[in-house]
Nanobody
Framework: QVQLVESGGGLVQPGGSLRLSCAASGISFNINTMGWYRQAPGKERELVAVMYSSGATDYADSVKGRFTISRDNAKNTVYLQMSSLKPEDTAVYYC????????????WGKGTLVTVSS
């Protein structure tokens, strides 16, 4: 059974930092593309950052230079380090695992809420 469990969300002031974690089980973690998405109230889910098995990364323009995605294949965990947080970063953040070949093997966590507010 595939499980993606996010943690690390919470309330933070503008300009602050948070680190999200996503622990994966039931997948071949090291070959999966791991990503973070977010969904703000009234908006569609959007890509935040993705890390391929090669180590290459992609970021949404809105978070470039502020967010960093990383992965620890030994721990089956992907991280999202968020800095210089803005109120517009407020959203539920979701972890995603996507198999590079079998596209139907696309899995989501339940999400963790990040609220940026003073």
């Amino acid at each position: 059974q595939v499980q993606l469990v996010e943690s690390g969300g919470g309330l933070v002031q503008p300009g602050g930092s948070l680190r999200l974690s996503c622990a994966a089980s039931g997948i071949s973690f090291n070959i999966n593309t791991m990503g973070w998405y977010r969904q703000a109230p009234g908006k569609e889910r959007e890509l935040v950052a993705v890390m391929y098995s090669s180590g290459a990364t992609d970021y949404a323009d809105s978070v470039k230079g502020r967010f960093t995605i990383s992965r620890d294949n030994a721990k089956n965990t992907v991280y999202l380090q968020m800095s210089s947080l803005k109120p517009e970063d407020t959203a539920v953040y979701y972890c995603n695992a996507r198999h590079p070949v079998f596209k139907y093997r696309n899995y989501w966590g339940k999400g963790t809420l990040v609220t940026v507010s003073s």
